[in-house]
C-alpha cells in the first residue's frame, strides 16, 4: 500500500496579509473539493489566524514553520506547540535546515521540538538533509541517518506519526534539484532506518524538498519512496504549487 502523498508548501518569511488573501484565495480554486493529495500551507505565525479563516471548510491543511520545545513560560519570543493547536494546526516543520543553520539548531532540539509537537497532536515535518560539502565527502547517508536517529531515540514509541522530509541543503532555493534517482537513494535509506524503528514503516511519509517545481514534481513524486513534498518557492506562486498538487494527484 503506498501513502497518500502529502504536498506541503513552506512560504517561509514570506507574506503580507493583502498577499496571503490572494494566494490561499487563488490556491483554493484551484483546488478539487476532495483532492487525491493531502495538501497544506505551512505560514508564519502571524498569519496562522488569517489563513485559519481563509481555508476553513476547505480542504487546505495548515502548518506552522517552528515550534518551541517548551509547554509554556518564560521563553520569550517562542510559539508552543499548544498554541499552534489553537489554530487548527496539522503539521509543523522542524528542524529546516535554515534553522539549524542560522539558529544553531542541534539534532537533540529537533528531536525535542518533534516531540513538543507530537505531544500536542501535531504532526512534525522533520526536515534532514547533508550540505553540498557533506555529499562531495560521501557523507550523506552517514548525515541524514544521525539526523533521524536523534528523532527516533527521543520519539521511538510514537515515530509512525512522523512526517520525515529530505532535504539537500544544496538544493534548497538554489533550483538545483536532486535527481529521482539521487532523491529515491536516500528516501531507501531513511526508510530502512524507520523499518527498524517501528512495526509501520509505510506509514512514515517522506517527502522530498529543494526545487521541487512543477516540471519535475512528477518524475520525483513517481520514486517508490518519495511520498510527496516540501515545497518553498514554488508554493509562493498559485500555478507552479496546484501544478505539483495535480502531479501528486496522478499518482494517487
Ligand atoms: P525550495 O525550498 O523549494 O525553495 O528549494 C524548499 C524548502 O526549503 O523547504
Known amino acids: 500500500m503506498t501513502n497518500r502523498k502529502l504536498i506541503a508548501g513552506n512560504w517561509k518569511m514570506n507574506g503580507s496579509v493583502g498577499a496571503n488573501d490572494l494566494l490561499v484565495r487563488a490556491v483554493l480554486a484551484g483546488l478539487a473539493p476532495a483532492p487525491a493529495c493531502t495538501v497544506a500551507v505551512c505560514v508564519p505565525a502571524p498569519y496562522l489566524a488569517q489563513v485559519q479563516m481563509l481555508r476553513a471548510n476547505s480542504p487546505l491543511e495548515l502548518g506552522a514553520q517552528d515550534v518551541s520545545p517548551h509547554e509554556k513560560g518564560a521563553f520569550t519570543g517562542e510559539v508552543s506547540a499548544s498554541m499552534l493547536r489553537e489554530f487548527a494546526v496539522r503539521y509543523v516543520i522542524v528542524g529546516h535546515s ?27 515535518i522533520v526536515c534532514v538533509g547533508e550540505t553540498l560539502a557533506e555529499r562531495d565527502a560521501g557523507r550523506t547517508e552517514e548525515v541524514v541517518k544521525r539526523q533521524l536517529a536523534a528523532v527516533i531515540h527521543v520519539n521511538g514509541h510514537c515515530i509512525s506519526e512522523i512526517v520525515v522530509a529530505y532535504e539537500p541543503v544544496w538544493a534548497i532555493g538554489t533550483g538545483k534539484t536532486a535527481s529521482p534517482e539521487q532523491a529515491q537513494h536516500v528516501h531507501a535509506v531513511l526508510r530502512a532506518q524507520l523499518r527498524a524503528a ?23 513524486l513517481a520514486q517508490p519512496d518519495i511520498d510527496g513534498g516540501l515545497v518553498g518557492g514554488a508554493a509562493l506562486k498559485e500555478e507552479d504549487f496546484l501544478q505539483i498538487v495535480a502531479a501528486a494527484s496522478r499518482c494517487d
Not at 101 to 120: C, F, I, S
Not at 198 to 220: C, D, E, F
Open 98 to 124: 535554515e534553522r539549524r543553520q542560522y539558529h544553531g539548531e542541534t539534532d537533540a532540539l529537533v528531536a525535542d521540538k518533534a516531540r513538543a509537537a507530537l505531544a500536542a497532536g501535531i504532526t512534525p
Open 198 to 220: 517501528t512495526a509501520h514503516p509505510q506509514r512514515v511519509s517522506i517527502l522530498y524538498g529543494g526545487s521541487m517545481n512543477a516540471a519535475n514534481a512528477a518524475s520525483l
